[in-house]
């Protein structure tokens, strides 16, 4: 049934928040997908990497960032001495793939949302890298474009929040990459207390 999504997420343990949201059909994006992607890491991490949705390569394996975007973000996180299966929780706003990559529209972010809160609480990361305008606008409740709000720390439920661009931009704009690489930087300050 459309518009069912299980009650009491922010009470789920971390198992029952995945079968939650593989069973989710809280809205219509769960009649196009192939699998739901949850995320991947170690369900306790230092950092967080939050996305927008599952695109094509996540839809079929269930996994996500497994693609070109993917692999420019493993690259990065690999310079920052961080690996996804073990040192850092990546995730996505959506669990479910919008047909053709649309963007996600608002009414799924708001029934996505409170999955992705549940991780964070669970995670409970020390710093969260949010990739894109989507990541942003859903963590930050802000509008204001990504070259605006990097360069400084925001938070997410107490939570530190560094924002950047979304990789799948950075591999159109090659030129933007040492911004992206700043913002990592900045994250990684963060992580070993220097003064940002
Ligand atoms: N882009 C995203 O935002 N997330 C993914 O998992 C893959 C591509």
Partial sequence: VLGDRPAGIESLDWEDLAQAVAGCRACGLCESRR??????????????VIGEAPGENEDLQGEPFVGQAGKLLDNMLRAAGLDRRRNVYIANVL?????????PEPQEVAQCEPFLRRQVALVQPRVILA????????LLQSQEPVGRLR????????????????????????????????????????MEGVDA
């Fill in 35 to 48: 699998n739901t992607v949850f995320g991947v890491g170690p369900a306790r991490a230092d950092w967080m």
């Fill in 95 to 103: 669990k479910c793939r919008p047909p053709g990559n649309r963007n």
């Fill in 131 to 138: 990739m894109g305008r989507f990541a942003i606008q859903t």
């Fill in 151 to 190: 360069g400084r720390v925001h938070r997410y439920e107490g939570v530190p929040v560094v924002v950047t661009y979304h990789p799948a931009y950075l591999l159109r704009n090659l030129q933007d990459k040492a911004k992206a690489w700043a913002d990592l930087c900045l994250a990684m300050d963060l």
